[in-house]
């Protein structure tokens, strides 16, 4: 029988976080009898509390058994914190929990608490109970027949139960979930007390939640530079109107920075109490803007009647909704405050307040770190989206509405020919709203497709943060950008537009060496749906919101035949590139599909 015999005493002051197994050594660690930590080997004393860990005011700072590459508090109180470490085959999980009673901790494809993957586990006497179980409805979780989450160490103390598990990420049972670059939506819960049996586990009322996860790009902050130094860009006491959707801007400059720099770390600052307020962040970096208008004060973005102060598509840095601080790798950094840069930055607040709050005045705004020891590479960010106008039509009544952009390969030759080995890919964040439901960035490659860029099945409005990403872009590439909605919660039209009730279909890909390609845009001519004089090519990007209003959408030939617009009629395209130039084209979707599909390999292991 093999038998945990590992002693971890992290959980005690002073303890060593050295781990004598790492989770590199996964496949090996699945003993029969996990180790279990006598309640006696921790001295009793609280260990200190530390300003960057999940903290409450009876417990210390939760320590794990190892050094871990990942850790979120899932609950607002830091109660229920978890750890995490993964390779190619295997994910470790820790969770720390303040109870003396069982833990639940799971993965769902839809956030509710059925169907799930979920284990149960606690210690009573000393003895560890854990089994690997799934739901099927508000009923106590079902056994699985096969128990492929395996307890590596447990742990009961004054103040909390620990549990330590692996499993594979794709365990090949029907029962268990599959881990994969998703949105992983986290469900957990607790109980104060034990269960008097494995078959009699009492509800865990309120002691539950729901959180979404990226498991396996999420990013890791690697080391900075000792030079670095921050800057600070605030909302400086904006008064937000009492409007359904604010788009403030405020324009700035890094003039103090009298040299070129590497941007190699951005974080968003959320003024406290404002968190459902802020719903994204954007900086460009714009031409033609007056230098006297440096830190004066907000303005509506997009409504000013100077249009040299509306945001550009050059994109320095971008946050939205449950986004955290993005890094840049050690080999690269976006460049500011470059020799004879004359380009002004503005950064653009989103405030969405269906509430119609007044009196509400903000100081949110965003952190940079920047470095004068120039990296390797100068990053960039390609932004490929629809355009945020009414050509975005999701009809009503849909449950899997697919809307494309397009970017050919004409233009990514175009641009990343003087790149032999290509352009690496490190990061992509994909961005929709409320009807959000999977958004994929799909390559093709010569009319080959290969595995997507992003793909996430699940998305959440709620979570989007940065996915780290480790792919290659170059000349012969074409890619094309998807967004499922889910409209059957709505009985009209949903367009293109900035509030959150409207809405966008964007990916954000960050990449070095950086190119002269900065925005690729296409969108939808709808041509057989226009009945107007066709004066030239311009006349069909009229909008027709009054036509599509009007539409039978509960009609099952109206809608196919919708789609088959979108499938076969022309698009308008777009792309930017150096010195803010715009060049524009008519496309056919067609010529954009693979001749040969991406195909996902399957799993030699399952069915040995």
Known sequence: ???????????????????????????????????????????????????????????????????????????????????????????????????????????????????????????????????????????QPIVDASQDWHLLYAREDHC????????????????????????????????????????????????????????????????????????DWKNENYHVPSNDTTYSCRIFDFSSLQKKHHLIKFEVQVQKGHE??????????????????????????????????????????????????????????????????????????????????????????????????????????????????????????????????????????????EYPNGVNVFGVQQHAHLLGKAIKTRVIHKGVEQKPLADDKYYDFNYQDFRRANRTLRAGDSLILECTYDSTGRTNVTYGGYSTQEEMCIVFIFHYPRTRLYNCQSKPLYKRFHTGPVVGWWSYLAPLTSTFDAMDWTNASVIREFKDSLENDQYFYVYGHDNNQYNYTMMDPKSMYPNVPYTEPPNTQCGV
């Open 276 to 417: 459902v307020l802020v719903h994204h962040l954007v900086v460009y970096k714009c031409p033609g803007i007056n230098r006297n208008l440096v830190n004066s004060p907000n303005y509506i973005c997009h409504e000013d009647s100077d249009k040299t102060k509306h945001p550009c598509g050059k994109i320095v840095a971008i946050w939205a909704v449950g986004g955290e601080a993005f890094y840049f790798p050690t080999e690269a950094g976006l460049p500011v405050a470059e020799p004879g840069d004359t380009e002004l930055y503005i950064m653009e607040t989103h405030y969405n307040n269906p509430e119609l709050k007044s009196g509400m005045v903000d100081n949110s705004g965003i952190r940079f770190t920047v470095t004068p020891t120039l990296r390797q590479h100068d990053a960039g960010i390609l932004e490929f989206t629809a355009p945020v106008d009414t050509n975005l039509v999701i009809p009503p009544h849909q449950s899997n509405f697919v809307s494309s952009v397009y970017c050919n390969e004409s233009t990514v030759t175009e641009f990343l020919q």
């Open 1 to 139: 029988m093999l038998t945990s015999t590992t002693k971890h005493l992290a959980g005690c002051v002073g303890a060593s976080l050295t781990p004598r197994h790492t989770h590199q050594e996964l496949p090996m660690l699945l003993p029969q009898t996990p180790y279990v930590e006598p309640p006696s080997m921790c001295p009793s004393v609280t260990p200190p509390m530390t300003s960057s860990q999940p903290k409450t005011a009876l417990c210390g700072a939760p320590l794990p058994t190892e050094q871990f590459v990942f850790q979120e508090s899932l609950d607002a109180d830091g109660k229920y914190v978890l750890f995490w470490n993964v390779n190619k085959t295997h994910i470790i999980f820790e969770v720390h929990v303040e109870t003396k009673g069982y833990i639940g901790f799971g993965m769902s494809p839809n956030g509710k608490m059925f169907p799930a993957d979920v284990v149960v586990g606690w210690v009573k006497d000393g003895v560890p109970h854990f089994q690997d179980r799934h739901t099927g409805g508000h009923s």
């Open 160 to 231: 909390r139960t620990v549990l330590k598990m692996v499993r594979k990420l794709d365990t090949c049972d029907d029962e268990d979930f599959k881990i994969t670059d998703d949105t992983v939506k986290i469900i957990y819960s607790y109980h104060p007390h034990d269960p008097s049996s494995e078959d009699s586990i009492p509800y865990h009322g309120t002691h539950r939640g729901i959180r979404s996860l990226l498991l396996l790009s999420k990013l890791s902050p690697p080391p900075l530079e000792s030079d670095a130094i921050t800057i």
